[in-house]
């Protein structure tokens, strides 16, 4: 068993089990990538609150781990060569979980770089579209009285929204029959979307039926279920 405490965030978030893989994360759409992928794969893991409302993400301690302040980062004592091992960037982890574990990720060449771009896809176009289209619809950005910025998110959360709703058509995920890191990074963003942003009417989600469909299949996953509530908010 590896020792963690050369690692300055442990000292503020203590590992009760250090010989399992350390989360830090919040239940946000990029924080869930994490727990839901963790949870599909039985992988051992302490999941640790990074509480916004105490500033958390910019303490020292977290800092000394992921120097961007977001979440979610982690911290597997079982790293590669046996070593510890500090990440941040959820796109990053969920490959590394993928590869670590023999899961989730397709053992073909042209299969795999094929997730990966879907899961790229989310990365730099879903994730960054949705979130801005929060802040100008849910947040402080709804008091602007310039809707010009808002209707310019609503656009490209549609056209993003069209794009995967083709990609869906006749497949049960992004990868056709396989589940892959491509559906657990992109699901939970359409998932704040149209619940917690409440922007369905404005995207006009009622015309992407296919993305109900897979939203609802993916939702009833119990990895998934329990996945969405970790780190439970204090």
């Not at 105490?54 to 800092?63: G, I, V």
């Given at each position: ?6 690692f ?8 009760q ?22 949870e ?12 916004f ?10 800092l ?12 597997d004592?079982?790293g590669?060569?046996g ?5 941040f ?14 899961q ?5 060449p ?12 989310q ?5 960054p579209?949705?979130?801005q289209l ?30 995967l ?6 497949r049960?995920?992004?990868m ?37 469909r ?21």
């Amino acid at each position: 068993m590896n020792d963690l405490s050369a690692f300055p965030i442990t000292q503020k978030w203590p590992a009760q089990h250090p010989d399992r893989l350390q989360l830090y994360s919040l239940p946000t759409p990029n924080g869930v990538k994490a727990s839901i992928m963790l949870e599909e794969t039985g992988l051992p893991y302490e999941p640790h609150l990074v509480s916004f409302e105490k500033n958390d993400q910019t303490s020292p301690a977290f800092l000394s781990l992921n120097p961007n302040n977001k979440i979610p980062a982690i911290l597997d004592p079982n790293g590669p060569g046996g070593q510890p091992l500090a990440l941040f960037e959820s796109g990053a982890i969920l490959i590394y979980l993928a590869e670590k574990t023999g899961q989730f990720l397709p053992a073909d060449p042209a299969q795999r770089y094929e997730t990966l771009q879907w899961l790229m896809f989310q990365m730099g176009g879903v994730g960054p579209m949705f979130g801005q289209l929060g802040f100008f619809h849910k947040f402080a950005g709804k008091d602007y009285e310039d809707k010009r910025p808002r209707d310019r998110y609503v656009s490209e959360s549609k056209r993003l929204l069209n794009v995967l709703n083709q990609r869906m058509t006749g497949r049960t995920w992004l990868m056709g029959d396989d589940y892959t890191v491509a559906d657990i990074a992109t699901w939970p963003w359409v998932r704040n979307l149209v619940g917690f942003y409440g922007a369905g009417d404005l995207v006009g989600f009622q015309d992407f039926p296919e993305l109900k469909r897979v939203l609802e299949t993916f939702e009833a996953r119990p990895a998934v279920q329990r996945g969405l509530n970790i780190p439970a908010r204090s």
